[in-house]
Each structure stands twice: as C-alpha cells, then as structure tokens.
C-alpha cells in the first residue's frame, strides 16, 4: 500500500452563521494551515480529527490502493483529491495525495 499525505490547504470560518445558528462552544478545530499527516495503510492518522478524516477516508484508502483518477479526470494530479471537511461553519480543505513508492 502507498502511504497518503494530507495536508491542511484552506480554512474558513463563516462568523455570520456561526453567529445565526450554533450554540457557544469553547473548543472547535486543531488543524492549522500547512499541516500534514501521513496515513499509512489507509488508517486515520494519529491525533486526525474524526470528522474530517469520516469526509476523507474513502478517497484515502482508494489512493493508498493504488487507485486514483476519481470523478474521471477531476484533479489534474490522477492520484489526488481535494476534500473538505464537513463543518459548515469553519470548513477545512485538505489535498491528499499518494506518496510515490520508493
């Protein structure tokens, strides 16, 4: 299996709905812009938000089985995607891209 790296490419934070329709919270996200993970055997990453890697796993397990070229031609890279995360107030973008074996 190829190792996969996830990297944290954009975040936003839409204050407007945050403001109209989420209850107070004292923590919310951990990822910081740069960050990378590695997945190894498709497996979540140590310390990898849930819901984020619950909106990824498909596609990283996929790519670390060789497979790629999703949506047929969508990422100019064929052994990468671009996946958010599924928070609707502060959505985290990341690029997932199969390591080259050595």
Same mark, same amino acid.
């Given at each position: 299996m190829k190792k996969v790296r996830i990297t944290v490419m954009k975040m936003a &934070?839409?204050?407007?709905?945050? &403001?109209?329709? &989420?209850?107070?919270?004292e923590h919310t996200c951990d990822m910081k812009l740069g960050h990378t993970f590695l997945s190894e055997n498709g497996e979540k990453? &140590?310390?990898?938000?849930? +819901?984020?890697w619950e909106s990824m796993a498909y596609f990283v397990k996929e790519l670390a089985n060789g497979? @790629?070229?999703?949506?047929? @031609?969508?990422?100019?890279n064929k052994n990468s995607a671009m996946? +958010?995360?599924?928070?609707g107030f502060r959505p985290v973008s990341f690029l997932i891209e199969a390591e080259e074996e050595l």
């Open positions: &934070e839409y204050q407007d709905l945050i &403001e109209k329709y &989420e209850n107070p919270i990453p &140590e310390n990898f938000c849930n +819901s984020a497979h @790629g070229n999703f949506y047929d @031609g969508w990422m100019k996946i +958010s995360c599924n928070d």
